[in-house]
């Protein structure tokens, strides 16, 4: 079992930064395909980043060149740094983690993870 707990969130004004946080605990001395997403009301979940336990990286298309995901292996943080912010990326930002690694290896970072936070809401204002 992984617990996950995302902090960070806030809102912001167009063209600001913000970086999430998300903390694992429990079983995190496995490796893990771990991810951040995000879900807009109306909206289905979207796969923004991936990051493997190699330090391997999967952007969507949507954040490219603006969010990069990153991790501190020893202290079993996700961090999702976003910058350049747009009124468009206001939703509520959920991390997640899975034992198959071929999640992290997929082009598309489908949001079938096994293990997820509650989510940290981020706010763009225009």
């Known amino acids: 079992q992984v617990q996950l707990a995302e902090s960070g969130g806030g809102s912001v004004q167009s063209g600001g930064s913000l970086r999430l946080s998300c903390a694992a605990s429990?079983?995190?001395?496995?490796?893990?395909?771990m991810g951040w997403f995000r879900q807009a009301p109306g909206k289905e979940r979207e796969g923004l980043a991936s990051?493997?336990?190699?330090?391997?990286?999967t952007y969507a298309d949507s954040v490219k060149g603006r969010f990069t995901i990153s991790q501190d292996n020893a202290k079993h943080i996700l961090y999702l740094e976003m910058t350049n912010l747009k009124p468009e990326d206001t939703a509520m930002y959920y991390c997640?983690?899975?034992?198959?690694?071929?999640?992290?290896?997929?082009?598309?970072?489908?949001?079938?993870?096994?293990?997820w936070g509650q989510g940290t809401q981020v706010t763009v204002s225009s």
């Open positions: 997640a983690a899975d034992l198959k690694l071929f999640r992290c290896s997929t082009a598309t970072i489908r949001p079938d993870f096994g293990y």
């Open positions: 429990g079983d995190t001395y496995v490796n893990l395909c």
């Open positions: 990051i493997d336990s190699d330090g391997s990286q």
